[in-house]
T-cell receptor, first 119, second 115 residues
Framework: AQKITQTQPGMFVQEKEAVTLDCTYDTSDQSYGLFWYKQPSSGEMIFLIYQGSYDEQNATEGRYSLNFQKARKSANLVISASQLGDSAMYFCAMREGRVERDSNYQLIWGAGTKLIIKP | DSGVTQTPKHLITATGQRVTLRCSPRSGDLSVYWYQQSLDQGLQFLIHYYNGEERAKGNILERFSAQQFPDLHSELNLSSLELGDSALYFC??????????????FGQGTRLTVV
């Protein structure tokens, strides 16, 4: 079974509109972390935002916020006031692991969503 | 700039050859992770080193090997290369304390093309 599911292979959004990128996850761990990364056409992987499983508040970083719904196992990324430079691939990733075990803290990745911002 | 340096940025080589990809983590980061990103497989975890020791292996082929040196830089060795090894290879580093909220910082990747 997929551990990270991103159901939107691609999205077109008008500049200045808000956009929500979907991510659902599957884990039996109580302690885990959820990440969003952006990959522009140049190829580098850029960290955007993090949400811990025990965090009670939704994470925010500038124009990025994470809509964390733990019971539904979803961690959607919201980009407010989209800009042309937001056009990129967006990846949701999860790190599982408990402190008690020798966790390897690897990231498990979704397939990504290609976001294109239209002027 | 993430602070993680990968060299070379691009590599074109023939099938059957061997190449070495190099990664310098961010200053102070003890963990290095290697990932492979190919068109058909997406991002796959290969291997994780922490302070010079191998911590975990993912979907790494036997033809591939890696090591982390005392100065914490890491090398990924790919041998007997096949066309299907063509991919973007990422190195990432993190502090890796016992906390969960340590994001991994990625290098710009090495794009390997096997012809």
């Amino acid at each position: 079974a997929q551990k990270i599911t991103q159901t939107q292979p691609g999205m077109f959004v008008q500049e200045k509109e808000a956009v929500t990128l979907d991510c659902t996850y599957d884990t039996s761990d109580q302690s885990y972390g959820l990440f969003w990364y952006k990959q522009p056409s140049s190829g580098e992987m850029i960290f955007l935002i993090y949400q811990g499983s025990y965090d009670e508040q939704n994470a925010t970083e500038g124009r990025y916020s994470l809509n964390f719904q733990k019971a539904r196992k979803s961690a959607n990324l919201v980009i407010s006031a989209s800009q042309l430079g937001d056009s990129a691939m967006y990846f949701c990733a999860m790190r599982e692991g408990r402190v008690e075990r020798d966790s390897n803290y690897q990231l498990i990745w979704g397939a990504g969503t290609k976001l294109i911002i239209k002027p | 700039d993430s602070g993680v340096t990968q060299t070379p940025k691009h590599l074109i080589t023939a099938t059957g050859q061997r190449v070495t990809l190099r990664c310098s983590p961010r200053s102070g980061d003890l963990s290095v992770y290697w990932y492979q990103q190919s068109l058909d497989q997406g991002l796959q975890f290969l291997i994780h080193y922490y302070n010079g020791e191998e911590r975990a292996k993912g979907n790494i082929l036997e033809r591939f090997s890696a090591q982390q040196f005392p100065d914490l830089h890491s090398e990924l060795n790919l041998s007997s290369l096949e066309l299907g090894d063509s991919a973007l290879y990422f190195c990432a580093s993190s502090v890796d304390s016992e906390l969960m909220n340590t994001e991994a910082f990625f290098g710009q990747g090495t794009r390997l093309t096997v012809v």
